[in-house]
């Protein structure tokens, strides 16, 4: 089957989350409270330049204020967190998100855990991961892992008591991911296998997925042989690979090979319109959901 029938369409998904988002937005505004957003880059990766652009331009579009802090390269980690305490404290700001990756000198751990939790909306300081891992409701959940449940549940993919095998244990994206769908919960209770680079047959966990979910960032990893015919495949991997006959020499693939999986998988996302979309919408959601909890809205 060569169809766009099978595709799991991210970017119209991602759409009617912002659209049921809108009144959410406009009910903050008419008590006298805009959502606020702030971005914090540090350096000049021109990757994190787009993500960030890309953001700013989603969060205006739904009448979100956002401001963008950019830190030079050489920053200390101590000026970073001098900055993150400022945003805390500011009231203006609901949400706040440092861009990753950071400079090397810079400790990841140490700035997740300088966001205040509840203006924490990318999810990953560490009360907030704990909570996802206890299945506590209250916390803020990482946008990709989020989005990524979003567009199965939204798919009407069954996760009760499915087999979900994820490619990759990052703290992004695999093990949120993990964390998630093996609660005793609506829209989880799978059984997860989580494989990295030390796992031993690789074909064989992911030939056996109901629910195969690539997020390692190696280019087109996911070939036709290693997934079960019908199975829904989720490529979350962004890799820019060298192309000479593309605009300045390179082009962005997932972490699967989509014209040779599309035809056997059951459900399949696009890359790019799968995913990413998805991480943004989520965002905004944690966003409007972070001013309201400060509204008293919730
Ligand atoms: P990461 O932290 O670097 O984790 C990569 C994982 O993949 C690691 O667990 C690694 O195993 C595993 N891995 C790498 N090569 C492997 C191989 N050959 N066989 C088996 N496992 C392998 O990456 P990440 O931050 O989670 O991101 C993963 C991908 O998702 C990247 O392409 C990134 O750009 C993309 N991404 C996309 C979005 C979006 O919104 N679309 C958001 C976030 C990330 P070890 O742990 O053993 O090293």
């Given at each position: 089957m060569t169809s766009s029938t099978n595709l799991i369409d991210g970017r119209a998904i991602?759409?009617?989350?912002?659209?049921?988002?809108?009144?959410?937005?406009?009910a903050l505004k008419a008590r006298g409270v805009e959502p606020g957003l702030a971005f914090v880059r540090v350096g000049e990766d021109p990757a994190s330049k787009v993500y960030v652009g890309r953001k700013e331009k989603a969060c205006a579009e739904l009448g979100i204020r956002s401001e963008t802090h950019v830190l030079p390269e050489m920053a200390l980690e101590v000026e970073l967190?001098?900055?993150?305490?400022?945003?805390?404290?500011?009231?203006?700001?609901?949400?706040?998100?440092?861009?990753?990756p950071l400079?090397?000198?810079?400790?990841?751990?140490?700035?997740?855990a300088a966001v205040a939790p509840h203006k924490d909306v990318d999810g990953f300081h560490p009360l907030n991961m704990g909570r996802l891992l206890l299945g506590e409701p209250g916390g803020f959940e990482p946008c990709t892992p989020a989005g990524i449940r979003e567009l199965l549940v939204r798919s009407n993919v069954p996760l009760d008591g499915a087999e979900v095998v994820i490619l990759g244990r990052g703290n992004i994206v695999g093990k949120p991911l993990a964390a998630m769908l093996c609660q005793k919960a609506p829209h989880a209770n799978a059984t997860v296998t989580l494989c990295h680079s030390a796992t031993r047959d690789l074909k064989g966990h992911c030939r056996r997925a109901d629910v195969l979910v690539a997020a390692m960032g190696v280019p087109e990893f996911v070939k036709a042989d290693m997934v079960k015919p019908g199975a829904v495949v989720?490529?979350?991997?962004?890799?820019?690979?060298?192309?000479p006959?593309?605009?300045?020499?390179?082009?962005?693939?997932?972490?699967?090979?989509?014209?040779?999986?599309q035809p056997i998988a059951g459900k399949i996302t696009p890359n790019p319109g799968g995913v990413g979309p998805m991480t943004i919408a989520m965002l905004l959601r944690n966003t409007v959901r972070a001013a309201e909890l400060a509204a008293g809205l919730q």
């Open positions: 991602a759409a009617q989350l912002l659209a049921e988002l809108a009144p959410r937005v406009a967190l001098a900055l993150l305490q400022r945003l805390n404290a500011d009231a203006r700001w609901h949400g706040i998100l440092v861009q990753f400079p090397r000198h810079i400790r990841p751990a140490a700035v997740s989720i490529d979350v991997g962004v890799n820019r690979v060298p192309d006959a593309a605009r300045g020499g390179s082009r962005l693939v997932g972490d699967v090979n989509f014209a040779a999986v």
